[in-house]
């Protein structure tokens, strides 16, 4: 039976939690939905007309300007 | 014409693309465009839309120096923004469009024969598929680029005037006339038919409501034919008398020149009588040059010659109008020189003042107008509105393309070494050699 090498065993463990620390860093990094402005802060865009719509145009327009949209007329 | 608004070129007007074109929705997008279904670059992309969106365009999300996800479109993604473009794989991917994206890869619009073989006989090739490849590769990347795929006819405007959604992406079993016809033949055939030209009036057929398509029922996605030399070789062309009713004995001026080769004198096509003034060009060249202010550079004017027909379609109806309608096209000697191609050797040996059909069709013109004045008009005046003699002799000669008008314009075309191979290229349809001495004492 051949048994780990004890400092083998801890160098894996060690890499292991510096990978995950890695991964946790990145991931806080890309900004979440909620905080996609672009994207439409309120919707999951499951299809294409999620966002090539003149709606979904519009309602992107409204949250980059932060207008909230609306205005104008006449 | 003007130009759609960004939103408007590429959004789709309505909640869902079925409400616009179920059909095709059917297809669903991704099958055409390309891409990642969104359900699934989502899933992918766990919980930024973001990434997703990287994901279903199949371009690769970026990150800086530090591993911040740059939120940035790149100018390349992997869908397809003209499906049609390879329309053998997606128009028949489920051989839906099989049979019209079969005769469509052949026909004149997706190979532009006519011109093609010009291009090669001028540079001294017998056929554009001998001709090098500089020369192909600068003919197909500048001169092809409106010429056309089918999303270009049937969904959107063409690449050549910047494309956009005809209808929201709904696929028009019949194209535009003015979104997708004139969009590229608008200098010519669309300035005529509306009759844009000062002092013009519009197609006759266009004041009475009928579009390219009345007349125009070939079918323009080809017959499956690759050996036409011409646009006007095409079998199926429309003719006057596929609706007109008319024939040599109608009138005085059709028992003298109906043009079917056996009338009283000599034969001349409709267009000689029923055409007004009608837009001629000078002096294209090659990359973009011809849309520059370049002073040499490309040119459009309203002209109006009568010469003769050197058009060699021999089955055809035209070949027998001896008198036609000619137009200045803009081939130049040097009109390759942008792309690197400096030669065209054989470039006098072929015209460039071509046969015409102008689309501004009427009844009475300038040179009929002798039967609006006087519908009594006989032998004794009927010529008077046309031939070179009488008391409007110099008005009627400026209606004819003689080698003094040659002489004129030789100087104003660019890129030519000896200024006289304009004149040899264009000697045969000069009339002065062979206009009849009745209808002339010029």
């Known amino acids: 039976m051949v048994h780990p090498h004890p400092a083998s065993s801890s160098w894996s463990c060690g890499l292991s939690l510096v990978i995950l620390a890695l991964l946790l860093l990145s991931c806080e990094r890309i900004e979440p939905v909620r905080q996609a402005p672009e994207m439409g802060a309120e919707s999951v865009v499951l299809t294409c007309e999620g966002c090539h719509t003149t709606r979904a145009y519009l309602r992107r327009l409204a949250i980059d300007d932060g207008s909230g949209g609306g205005g104008g007329g006449g | 014409m003007v130009p759609l608004e960004p939103f408007e070129k590429v959004f789709i007007n309505a909640a869902t693309y079925a409400e616009i074109d179920p059909n095709h929705a059917a297809v669903g997008c991704v099958t055409c465009h390309g891409g990642t279904e969104p359900v699934v670059a989502a899933s992918e992309a766990r919980d930024d839309l973001w990434v997703a969106m990287a994901k279903a365009h199949e371009f690769e999300a970026e990150y800086d120096d530090q591993g911040v996800l740059i939120r940035r479109k790149p100018e390349v993604k992997g869908v397809l923004r003209d499906p049609s473009s390879q ?275 009427q009844r009475f013109t300038p040179q009929t107008e002798i039967a609006l004045t006087n519908p009594a008009y006989s032998m004794g005046d009927c010529w008077m509105s046309c031939h070179v003699q009488g008391p409007h002799e110099e008005e009627n000669a400026r209606r004819f393309l003689w080698m003094s008008r040659l002489d004129s314009l030789k100087s104003s075309v660019t890129g030519l070494s000896d200024p006289d191979e304009y004149i040899r290229a264009n000697r045969r349809v000069a009339v002065d050699d062979s206009i009849s001495q009745y209808w002339n004492r010029h």
């Not at chain 2, 070789?233 to 079917?260: I, R």
């Not at chain 2, 309203?302 to 021999?314: A, H, K, L, Y």
Request: with cysteine; aromatic share 10%.
């Open chain 2, 87 to 361: 329309a053998e794989s997606n128009c028949n991917g489920a051989g839906c469009h099989a049979q019209i994206v079969a005769l469509n890869a052949t026909s004149m619009h997706t190979q532009l024969w006519g011109e093609k073989h010009k291009i090669a006989l001028r540079a001294g090739y017998e056929s554009y598929e001998e001709c090098p490849q500089l020369l192909k590769d600068g003919y197909e990347g500048e001169c092809t680029n409106c010429h056309t795929t089918c999303g270009q006819c049937h969904v959107s405007r063409p690449n050549g005037v910047h494309g956009g959604f005809l209808d929201s992406h709904k696929f028009q079993r019949t194209p535009d006339m003015e979104n997708n016809c004139t969009a590229c033949h608008g200098s010519r055939v669309g300035n005529d038919f509306s009759g844009h030209h000062e002092g013009n009036r519009p197609d006759v057929h266009q004041e009475q409501g009928y579009d390219c398509f009345f007349c125009h029922q070939e079918d323009l996605h080809g017959d499956g034919r690759t050996d036409y030399t011409s646009r006007y070789a095409v079998e199926g062309l429309p003719q006057c008398v596929n609706c007109h009713e008319l024939s040599a004995s109608d009138n005085l001026f059709h028992e003298y020149h109906w043009p079917d080769g056996n009338s009283l004198e000599e034969g001349l096509s409709c267009h000689v009588c029923h055409s007004q003034p009608y837009t001629n060009c000078l002096n294209c060249h090659s990359g973009g040059v011809w849309s520059s202010s370049d002073p040499e550079g490309y040119s459009e004017y309203v002209d109006f010659r009568i010469g003769r027909n050197t058009g060699e379609w021999p089955n055809h109806p035209v070949a027998k109008e001896e008198w036609v309608t000619v137009r200045h096209i803009p081939v130049i000697k040097d009109g390759f020189r942008e792309w690197g191609w400096w030669s065209q050797p054989n470039w006098s040996d072929f015209e460039t003042w071509e046969y015409a059909s102008p689309h501004n069709i």
